[in-house]
């Protein structure tokens, strides 16, 4: 499944993407990695004018790209490659988790429909930390049910470096840690997550003046809950739009740390003031996140590097996996690992829905729905091959003779 997995993503590089060019969060991924490698430390231009110590990005993929900028310098396929590596990774652990629940067939469906899911293709040759936090996430689940509470917690606090906003997962599956083994087992996965990520916390406060693992929620709050995101009904970036081109705008830009409370007091502010806003914005959400309306889709997919003709082409496989994929998971409710993913899924599905929900964030969703599928897929083989057992019984009585077919 690796081996298919990497053929067909690299087919998708060389025919669908072969000459992509990180912008926007992906080309802030790389430039991370070649600062660290040319020894300024974790530093970026954006949002200012110089390079400076910014926490706006998480660190780990920065981290994970840093010797491929080493070794190569300016040349993007290595990072491409480690992206593509990692997705294949993701293809073998929703494998075994699926067949930790439902059994081998349903283990290899689920394999092969993430190694062939467009939506997950489109996201693993990419500078960006989708397959990566998706890795950390299995992994995360897979240690927990095997009473590695440890390795859990670690995993889990790589994934908050990955992921900031995926706070609740350190909840979920310290509540599922309790409930398998104990309240101590629980603060167990709690404090090895916590530290984890203490150190990236601390370098923050120091360098950047901030004790939050990034910088980037203000700005991110302000651009769909601020009052000019209100009056555009649309996504307004307060980096690059007039709307907040006033002076104490701009200079609390050379401040991350300030910027970002400024920002994240002027969103929650305008949306507390007008709250039918957010009705409005998770109705538009969900229709892009969703499929149901896909000229939401077309900015966000075209700025993170997903072609879009690939994207439209292959836009009724989202259709069918999902359905089969809800299927499969209320099929199999009552296993306490779906219902872990399921909640963590939910997590990132209502983040997503309240703030920002450009397709390739779904990759949870897309990923549990590709696991869900496998297991209804893998039990109709199941059940198809019992019945076929009693049949080859008889056979191979009847061609060993009456003595063989004889109780005696």
């Keep these: ?174 509540a599922w840690a309790w409930q398998r083994a104990g309240f101590k087992k629980g603060l167990v996965v709690g404090g090895c997550a916590l530290l984890v990520l203490l150190p990236w916390l601390i370098r923050n406060q120091i360098q950047v003046g901030t004790f939050r693992p990034t910088t980037s929620d203000g700005f991110t709050i302000a651009a769909v809950w601020g009052v000019p995101a209100q009056q555009a009904e649309t996504f307004v970036d307060p980096v690059y739009s007039d709307a907040y081109d006033d002076l104490q705008h701009r200079y609390r830009q050379f401040d991350e740390a300030e910027w970002n409370d400024q920002l994240t007091k002027e969103g929650v502010r305008a949306l507390r003031s007008h709250p039918r806003y957010l009705p409005t914005l998770v109705q538009r959400n969900a229709a892009g996140y969703f499929e149901f309306n896909s000229r939401y889709n077309h900015y966000p997919e075209d700025n993170d590097g997903r072609d879009w003709p690939f994207r439209q082409d292959t836009r009724a496989a989202f259709w069918v996996v999902s359905v089969l994929g809800l299927i499969g998971l209320v099929r199999f409710r009552r296993d306490p690992r779906i219902i872990v993913l399921f909640l963590l899924t939910l997590q990132f599905v209502v983040l997503s829905l309240l703030l920002v929900a450009p397709p390739r964030l779904r990759a949870p969703f897309d990923l549990t729905m590709c696991i869900g599928a496998g297991l209804l897929v893998g039990s109709w083989f199941e059940a198809r091959h019992r019945r076929s057992e009693p049949a080859l019984d008889a056979g191979a009585a009847l061609d060993a003779g009456p003595a063989a077919a004889s109780p005696a």
């Design 1 to 174: 499944m690796f081996v298919l997995a990497a053929a067909v993503r690299v087919v998708y590089w060389v025919a669908v993407t072969p000459d992509w060019v990180p912008v926007a969060d992906a080309d802030q991924y790389v430039r991370l990695a070649r600062a660290l490698a040319d020894g300024k430390g974790f530093a970026l231009q954006f949002p200012q004018f110089e390079v400076h110590a910014t926490a706006f990005r998480p660190p780990l993929l920065p981290a994970l790209l840093t010797p491929g900028a080493l070794a190569f310098g300016a040349a993007l396929w290595p990072a491409r490659l480690l992206v593509l590596l990692i997705g294949c990774s993701v293809v073998v652990l929703a494998g075994v988790l699926a067949a930790r629940v439902g059994g081998r067939w349903a283990g290899s469906a689920a394999a092969t429909l993430v190694a062939l899911y467009p939506p997950l293709i489109a996201n693993d040759t990419l500078t960006l930390t989708e397959p990566l936090a998706l890795l950390l996430l299995l992994a995360a689940v897979l240690l927990l049910d095997e009473g590695r509470f440890v390795g859990a917690g670690i995993t889990v606090g790589l994934l908050l470096l990955t992921r900031p906003n995926g706070y609740l997962v350190v909840a979920i599956l310290a």
